[in-house]
T-cell receptor, first 115, second 114 residues
Framework: AQTVTQSQPEMSVQEAETVTLSCTYD???????LFWYKQPPSRQMILVIR??????QNATENRFSVNFQKAAKSFSLKISDSQLGDAAMYFC????????????FGAGTRLTVKP | GAGVSQSPSNKVTEKGKDVELRCDPI?????LYWYRQSLGQGLEFLIY??????PDKSGLPSDRFSAERTGGSVSTLTIQRTQQEDSAVYLC????WGDGSPLHFGNGTRLTVT
């Protein structure tokens, strides 16, 4: 079974600075999808970014980008020019292609943004 | 269009009572998931529905938990004889099938068992 590991329970960043959240996963599959979700205190899970494993190019969405290292099974999220509104729990997630219902989440990283 | 809708937003119930949580997915989304999130924790998979296929119930923690999805749309998660350890936020998500479509989540139902 695939597992997703987020080794940083909490992270802190100064407003306008850059922070990187780590995620590693374990899988025997060659094709899959990876996601980062944000969960603010409102508890609404919001999709931040999506990466297709067969694409070598790292996904970017405005201030959010990923560093996808397939061989290392690593999928980190970089947030540039951090804003107060970025404060939230961030979850890394893996979705299998072979088994479409297999969508697994990491334990989450709580990000604090200091003004 | 409308997102995933869950009701109620909050539910307080006494230990031993049954509760029903409702999820109305995005129209056209054939896949529907239920997750449980305990305070400050990650998401625990409970059950998955895909079209008319048999649901994947592998995540249900006990036989007190059950779920159904009527007409391929609205889903109800039922917890019988609630226990204090059932207290958590129950999140519902829906997605299109295949192609790594992202999950779209509702706001969740916070269940408190007293």
């Amino acid at each position: 079974a695939q597992t997703v590991t987020q080794s940083q329970p909490e992270m802190s960043v100064q407003e306008a600075e850059t922070v990187t959240l780590s995620c590693t996963y374990d899988t025997s599959e060659s094709d899959y999808y990876l996601f980062w979700y944000k969960q603010p205190p409102s508890r609404q899970m919001i999709l931040v970014i999506r990466q297709e494993a067969y694409k070598q190019q790292n996904a970017t969405e405005n201030r959010f980008s990923v560093n996808f290292q397939k061989a290392a099974k690593s999928f980190s999220l970089k947030i540039s020019d951090s804003q107060l509104g970025d404060a939230a729990m961030y979850f890394c997630a893996y979705r299998s292609v072979q088994n479409n219902n297999d969508m697994r989440f990491g334990a989450g990283t709580r990000l604090t943004v200091k003004p | 269009g409308a997102g995933v809708s869950q009701s109620p937003s909050n539910k307080v119930t006494e230990k031993g009572k049954d509760v029903e949580l409702r999820c109305d997915p995005i129209s056209g989304h054939t896949a529907l998931y239920w997750y449980r999130q305990s305070l400050g924790q990650g998401l625990e998979f409970l059950i998955y529905f895909q079209g008319n296929s048999a649901p994947d119930k592998s995540g249900l923690p006990s036989d007190r938990f059950s779920a159904e999805r009527t007409g391929g749309s609205v889903s109800t998660l039922t917890i019988q004889r609630t226990q204090q350890e059932d207290s958590a936020v129950y999140l519902c998500a829906s997605s299109l099938w295949g192609d790594g479509s992202p999950l779209h989540f509702g706001n969740g139902t916070r269940l408190t068992v007293t």
